[in-house]
């Protein structure tokens, strides 16, 4: 059974950075797609990164260029770097694992996930 669990949320200024971690338990991270989505107040879950088992990274346009995913295999460790944070980027962040090793198919989905965390809470005052 995966768990995960995200810290790193808070309440920031516009232009500001925070770094989100999820902690993943269970066996053979390394080979498991992981993923960060958002859902904003009355919204659907949206998706904003992920990095697959091979390292590659993907991004909503919404987020290019300002966030960035990485992971660190050996603490079983997924980052959500934000930077030039935005009050749009207002949201409960989560992280999702695909829970299927070496799987790679649409990341951007939620669908992909089979496994989240309980989230972490990012504002962003103008």
């Known amino acids: 059974q995966v768990q995960l669990v995200e810290s790193g949320g808070g309440l920031v200024q516009s232009g500001d950075s925070l770094r989100l971690s999820c902690a993943a338990s269970?066996?053979?991270?390394?080979?498991?797609?992981m993923g960060w989505l958002r859902r904003a107040p009355g919204m659907e879950r949206e998706f904003v990164g992920a990095?697959?088992?091979?390292?590659?990274?993907y991004y909503a346009d919404s987020v290019k260029g300002r966030f960035t995913i990485s992971r660190d295999n050996a603490n079983n460790t997924v980052y959500l770097q934000m930077n030039s944070l935005e009050p749009e980027d207002t949201a409960v962040y989560y992280c999702?694992?695909?829970?299927?090793?070496?799987?790679?198919?649409?990341?951007?989905?939620?669908?992909?996930?089979?496994?989240w965390g309980q989230g972490t809470e990012v504002t962003v005052s103008s």
């Open positions: 999702g694992d695909t829970g299927r090793r070496y799987y790679t198919v649409d990341l951007t989905k939620n669908a992909a996930y089979d496994y």
């Open positions: 269970g066996p053979s991270f390394s080979g498991y797609s």
């Open positions: 990095v697959s088992f091979t390292t590659n990274t």
